[in-house]
């Protein structure tokens, strides 16, 4: 790569090499189809008991929805979208400061998915901050836009908010108590990835994220209204997940999948790219406490089955995920406990 980041500015007028994926990894775009009953979920429905079951549904049956009257001020949702622009229109030497492929740091802009591991790269560059607790963190944050602090520091506030009622909600359906989640995730950290995928001479040879499962507890991505690109696997079939106005997707995490014994799945899904135009994604990601120890509760185990997966600490699983590439197994089949006939 001749300079480190894709989003120069410069339009590209055909792909190199590095991005090719080897044809039987390509995306394969004719057999994709639009999901056309992705479950929308109204929180501000007065009916508890009716959310908690939608919750349930949608997390067994899609380890994705989408919600909507969820909290967050729409007002900051758009300035969020658009600092975010911003940041990426931004002169590329000064993006350049920023830049690392070292996935322990904190603060980072970076590009494809960890630069150091994978053999093909992918159409994307990204942004990634830590989140909590903010007064730690925004201090090392963009000061250009001279807005990034202030807006993004509101908009984590009030995503946090939507994650843990989230979370609630999630327990109940399991029928568990309403804080269990919380209380097993500890003090959660809090990320964000910026994603801005530009747009790209040959769509189909390449990804701007491969498959991948989100390696957290709970995912609540805000997706560009315009362009679409999020697609999720469902039934063996990639769908492709249509933007909805005002709503945000939320996906199912490894974690959560771990604690709920694998009743509830961490999706497969990718972020394809497309020629014209350019595409931004912010990806909001609720962590376990380092030192949360992620294991079902005995509800979840006593019919028989046991524990599909071993203990583990979320320091070790994290530590296992970023020595992967992105694309390969499920990282949670590494902590699969052996079944004894
Ligand atoms: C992610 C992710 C999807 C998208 O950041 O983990 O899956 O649509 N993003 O950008
Ligand atoms: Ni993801």
Known sequence: MDTKVISTGIPYTSLPESYIRPESERPKLSEVEVCEDVPIIDLCCDDRSSIV??????CRFYGFFQVINHGVSLELVEKMLEV????FRLPVEEKLKLYSDDPTKTMRLSTSFNVKKETVHNWRDYLRLHCYPLDQYVPEWPSNPSTFKDTVSSYCKQVRELGFRLQELIAESLG???DHIKDVLGEQGQHMAVNYYPPCPQPDLTYGLPRHTDPNALTILLQDLQVSGLQVLKDGKWMAVKPHPNAFVINIGDQLQALSNGRYKSVWHRALVNADKPRMSVASFLCPSDDALISPPVKLTEDGTGAVYRSFTYAEYYKKFWSRNLDQEH?????KNEIIP
């Not at 079951?53 to 949608?58: K, L």
């Not at 975010?84 to 940041?87: G, L, P, R």
């Not at 990282?331 to 902590?335: D, H, Q």
């Open 331 to 335: 990282c949670l089949e590494n902590f």
């Open 84 to 87: 975010a622009n911003e940041f």
């Open 53 to 58: 079951q939608q919750i349930g549904y949608a």
């Open 176 to 178: 568990l108590e309403k």
